[in-house]
């Protein structure tokens, strides 16, 4: 979920980057050694963002993570493949496969003492253990402190896909809490990062969430492309159809 999208002139990083956003999970991790630190755990991240995104894949996603954390040996490795493996329980928590919101809070805080406050890695782990405060928790002051923390972290090491998901989950509680301007001016700055990064397969959430904040007819118009985009992926992320769902013919709308 982390990384800035643009990937220099490494032309291994930009065929992943390319395939992921375009919700090619598997063929991208299929492009990366197994048997090296880096690129072990990053083949589990990615296979672990294609869960959480399409509900499948779980089985693979663990092989991968069981290798990345076999292979790491630094603090940070073994903090990078903890808080990867609370992501996975997380997602695997949120989509009802398993409860397993003990081994994702206990992932996250192994993570958390084994990363130092300011490495580039951080910001993720604040970032995930938001979302375990506000979506397994229901604490939604903790997951704001959370999700601050991470937006800080992703800003001062130029992480922008990151802050793409921080200005949106942050806007989301804006918008509970009935802020409706924050909460636009957040989804918009989450649409804009991810439409010039061009990360796809993000898009379509971002233009839902900004539509609810909305008025006719740029509210409809929003959502319309947002389900353009969704059809063109396939169907992913699988969670955005209830959003998506027109209205039932000659229900009310206002």
């Given at each position: 979920?982390?990384?800035?999208?643009?990937?220099?002139?490494?032309?291994?990083?930009?065929?992943?980057?390319?395939?992921?956003?375009?919700?090619?999970?598997?063929?991208?991790?299929?492009?990366?050694?197994?048997?090296?630190?880096?690129?072990?755990?990053?083949?589990?991240?990615?296979?672990?963002?294609?869960?959480?995104?399409?509900?499948?894949?779980?089985?693979?996603?663990?092989?991968?993570?069981?290798?990345?954390?076999?292979?790491?040996?630094?603090?940070?490795?073994?903090?990078?493949?903890?808080?990867?493996?609370?992501?996975?329980?997380?997602?695997?928590?949120?989509?009802?496969?398993?409860?397993?919101?003990d081994e994702a809070r206990a992932a996250l805080g192994r993570a958390a003492a084994l990363i130092p406050p300011q490495?580039?890695?951080?910001?993720?782990?604040?970032?995930?253990?938001?979302?375990?405060?506000?979506?397994?928790?229901?604490?939604?002051?903790?997951?704001?402190?959370?999700?601050?923390?991470?937006?800080?972290?992703?800003?001062?090491?130029?992480?922008?896909?990151?802050?793409?998901?921080?200005?949106?989950?942050?806007?989301?509680?804006?918008?509970?809490?009935?802020?409706?301007?924050?909460?636009?001016?957040?989804?918009?700055?989450?649409?804009?990062?991810?439409e010039e990064l061009g990360y796809l397969v993000g898009t379509a959430p971002a233009l839902a969430s900004l539509a609810?904040?909305?008025?006719?007819?740029?509210?409809?118009?929003?959502?319309?492309?947002?389900?353009?985009?969704?059809?063109?992926?396939g169907g992913v992320p699988t969670w955005l159809a209830r959003q998506l769902a027109p209205p039932a013919p000659g229900?009310?709308?206002?």
């Amino acid at each position: 979920m982390s990384g800035n999208g643009t990937t220099g002139d490494d032309p291994l990083q930009t065929a992943v980057w390319r395939l992921r956003s375009r919700a090619c999970w598997a063929d991208a991790a299929a492009l990366l050694p197994a048997d090296r630190p880096a690129p072990a755990l990053q083949r589990a991240a990615l296979l672990a963002e294609r869960c959480l995104y399409t509900e499948r894949g779980w089985e693979e996603a663990e092989d991968a993570l069981r290798t990345a954390e076999a292979l790491a040996h630094s603090d940070e490795e073994r903090g990078a493949a903890a808080c990867e493996r609370g992501y996975l329980a997380y997602a695997a928590t949120l989509h009802g496969v398993r409860d397993r919101a003990d081994e994702a809070r206990a992932a996250l805080g192994r993570a958390a003492a084994l990363i130092p406050p300011q490495a580039a890695g951080r910001a993720l782990l604040d970032f995930r253990r938001g979302l375990v405060a506000q979506n397994l928790a229901g604490v939604p002051q903790a997951a704001r402190a959370a999700f601050r923390r991470a937006h800080a972290g992703a800003a001062a090491h130029g992480d922008e896909l990151l802050l793409s998901f921080t200005w949106r989950h942050l806007a989301g509680l804006a918008l509970r809490d009935g802020e409706l301007a924050e909460a636009r001016h957040g989804f918009a700055e989450s649409l804009r990062i991810r439409e010039e990064l061009g990360y796809l397969v993000g898009t379509a959430p971002a233009l839902a969430s900004l539509a609810d904040t909305e008025e006719e007819p740029e509210a409809s118009r929003l959502r319309e492309e947002a389900r353009r985009l969704f059809r063109l992926l396939g169907g992913v992320p699988t969670w955005l159809a209830r959003q998506l769902a027109p209205p039932a013919p000659g229900a009310a709308t206002a």
